[in-house]
């Protein structure tokens, strides 16, 4: 060997020791990813538990699922996606999906509730990078384990989330806000609401901002109340908000890039995580159905058997839509450019779509292969819950309204050349 190759072997022989000693690195991380994963889970778990024994209560009741929510409090799930550093854990959107998944086969409202304030934490943890009034909020929020609720709706304006009727009043640096919120899901139970507002008073509905306000800076004066066919428990009243505050409470960011970014994709995958839940349990009620009809008849499957079949299908269908959405959102997660690019627009509003009626099928196949026993109220193969509950998929932002809002988009897409484009 001359000295020339010993040298280049020399080099190698450090690389591939550099080589491993990453790869143990990455392994250890890996394994300490895997491990923090296993335990979210297990949390989640518990109080899904607690919310599968209250389940029935806060649907017929038609009342805030306290129990569940106060054990989600207790296991620190409500800080989880906040940054470490701001005393969260950093949770990414497939842990949070994963949370969502577990409440949802539970207590769908309790798994709505959850989806709906992680949307809001998504939204104040990336976009509120740079105030201070935000990032001191987030610390409150682990800390003291606050829920938050959303209000987008308004007055007439129904699923229209690019624009608001109220607008933000300034003196100095103080603001004020009043609107005729149509529906605050658990408006009464949050200790705060995020809410969308014109800019100002000569601003144009589209011109729209994102405010937080603790539950010290409003009134709620109830307007309506909540007597809905499914999802009793997130208690989506109506209530004239008359909320005031400093103008530091108001996002630096303006809310149509918000709403690209973070605030309809993390909807989007946590409504649906939270639907594929409701999914599951009744697929679930219908494969013991049938097994014990199978048992029965000394193995024999039964006739309905095929619309459990139907049911696992969907639901497959189903979990590998939201996980290839969820891994897109994550790869293009630092890069504003991508997230506001139509193609990755029109994936995640069809994701809303395509989920909330793949869902909506797995419970009906479900409710199918259990015949009778899923269609009656009582008895342990009801599936008249989880369908109650999952019918608010399609219309909570109507697919309609999505569907004509992207409509333009897809005359720009051409046909792609590959499957895997
Ligand atoms: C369980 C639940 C919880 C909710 N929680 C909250 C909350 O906490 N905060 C909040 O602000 N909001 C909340 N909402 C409201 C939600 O965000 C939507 O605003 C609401 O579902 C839309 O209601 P809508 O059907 O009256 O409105 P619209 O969007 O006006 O739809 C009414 C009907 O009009 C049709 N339609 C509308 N637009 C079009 C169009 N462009 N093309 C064709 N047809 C169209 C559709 O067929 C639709 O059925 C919640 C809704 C539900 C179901």
Same mark, same amino acid.
């Given at each position: 060997?001359?000295?020339?190759?010993?040298?280049?072997?020399?080099?190698?022989?450090?690389?591939?020791?550099?080589?491993?000693?990453?790869?143990?690195?990455?392994?250890?991380?890996?394994?300490?990813?895997?491990?923090?994963?296993?335990?979210?889970?297990?949390?989640?778990?518990?109080?899904?538990?607690?919310?599968?024994?209250?389940?029935?209560?806060?649907?017929?009741?038609?009342?805030?699922?306290?129990?569940?929510?106060?054990?989600?409090?207790?296991?620190?799930?409500?800080?989880?996606?906040?940054?470490?550093?701001?005393?969260?854990?950093?949770?990414?959107?497939?842990?949070?999906?994963?949370?969502?998944?577990?409440?949802?086969?539970?207590?769908?409202?309790?798994?709505?509730?959850?989806?709906?304030?992680?949307?809001?934490?998504?939204?104040?943890?990336?976009?509120?990078?740079?105030?201070?009034?935000?990032?001191?909020?987030?610390?409150?929020?682990?800390?003291?384990?606050?829920?938050?609720?959303?209000?987008?709706?308004?007055?007439?304006?129904?699923?229209?989330?690019?624009?608001?009727?109220?607008?933000?009043?300034?003196?100095?640096?103080?603001?004020?806000?009043?609107?005729?919120?149509?529906?605050?899901?658990?408006?009464?139970?949050?200790?705060?609401?995020?809410?969308?507002?014109?800019?100002?008073?000569?601003?144009?509905?589209?011109?729209?901002?994102?405010?937080?306000?603790?539950?010290?800076?409003?009134?709620?004066?109830?307007?309506?109340?909540?007597?809905?066919?499914?999802?009793?428990?997130?208690?989506?009243?109506?209530?004239?908000?008359?909320?005031?505050?400093?103008?530091?409470?108001?996002?630096?960011?303006?809310?149509?890039?918000?709403?690209?970014?973070?605030?309809?994709?993390?909807?989007?995958?946590?409504?649906?995580?939270?639907?594929?839940? @409701? =999914?599951? #349990?009744?697929?679930?009620? /219908?494969?013991?159905?049938?097994?014990? *009809?199978?048992? %029965?008849?000394? $193995?024999?499957?039964?006739?309905?058997?095929?619309?459990?079949?139907?049911?696992?299908?969907?639901?497959?269908?189903?979990?590998?839509?939201?996980?290839?959405?969820?891994?897109?959102?994550?790869?293009?997660?630092?890069?504003?450019?991508?997230?506001?690019?139509?193609?990755?627009?029109?994936?995640?509003?069809?994701?809303?779509?395509?989920?909330?009626? @793949? =869902?909506? #099928?797995?419970?009906?196949? /479900?409710?199918?292969?259990?015949?009778? *026993?899923?269609? %009656?109220?009582? $008895?342990?193969?009801?599936?008249?819950?989880?369908?109650?509950?999952?019918?608010?998929?399609?219309?909570?932002?109507?697919?309609?309204?999505?569907?004509?809002?992207?409509?333009?988009?897809?005359?720009?897409?051409?046909?792609?050349?590959?499957?895997?484009?």
């Amino acid at each position: 060997m001359n000295a020339r190759t010993a040298a280049v072997l020399e080099v190698d022989k450090d690389v591939q020791t550099a080589r491993k000693a990453a790869r143990g690195i990455l392994a250890a991380a890996g394994n300490l990813h895997d491990a923090s994963r296993a335990d979210l889970i297990a949390r989640a778990e518990k109080v899904a538990a607690i919310a599968t024994a209250h389940a029935v209560a806060v649907d017929r009741d038609s009342r805030f699922p306290e129990e569940a929510i106060a054990a989600a409090r207790a296991e620190r799930l409500l800080g989880i996606a906040v940054p470490r550093e701001l005393g969260g854990e950093g949770a990414g959107i497939s842990e949070i999906i994963d949370v969502c998944y577990a409440l949802g086969r539970a207590c769908a409202s309790t798994a709505m509730i959850y989806a709906m304030h992680q949307t809001k934490v998504a939204c104040l943890t990336r976009h509120g990078r740079s105030s201070a009034w935000h990032q001191l909020f987030l610390r409150r929020l682990c800390n003291e384990q606050l829920l938050l609720a959303s209000s987008t709706t308004e007055g007439q304006g129904g699923g229209d989330v690019r624009n608001s009727a109220a607008a933000i009043e300034r003196d100095g640096a103080r603001i004020t806000l009043e609107r005729q919120a149509t529906v605050i899901s658990y408006g009464k139970a949050a200790d705060g609401i995020v809410t969308t507002a014109r800019r100002s008073a000569d601003a144009a509905s589209s011109d729209q901002v994102l405010v937080a306000f603790l539950k010290q800076d409003y009134t709620l004066e109830p307007l309506s109340g909540w007597d809905a066919f499914g999802m009793r428990g997130t208690c989506s009243e109506g209530f004239k908000l008359a909320a005031s505050g400093s103008s530091d409470q108001i996002l630096p960011v303006s809310y149509d890039k918000i709403h690209a970014q973070t605030m309809m994709p993390v909807a989007h995958l946590l409504w649906s995580a939270a639907w594929a839940g @409701i =999914a599951t #349990a009744a697929a679930e009620r /219908a494969r013991v159905f049938v097994r014990k *009809a199978a048992q %029965r008849s000394g $193995g024999a499957m039964p006739p309905a058997a095929a619309h459990l079949t139907r049911a696992n299908a969907t639901l497959r269908t189903l979990r590998s839509l939201i996980a290839t959405a969820a891994q897109r959102f994550d790869a293009a997660s630092a890069d504003a450019a991508v997230l506001e690019s139509i193609d990755f627009q029109t994936g995640m509003n069809m994701l809303k779509v395509n989920a909330s009626e @793949i =869902a909506v #099928a797995t419970v009906m196949s /479900a409710m199918q292969a259990c015949g009778l *026993a899923g269609y %009656r109220n009582d $008895g342990e193969f009801s599936i008249g819950r989880h369908l109650r509950d999952v019918l608010s998929s399609p219309i909570m932002i109507s697919n309609d309204r999505i569907l004509a809002n992207i409509s333009a988009a897809s005359l720009l897409s051409s046909a792609p050349k590959s499957l895997s484009e």
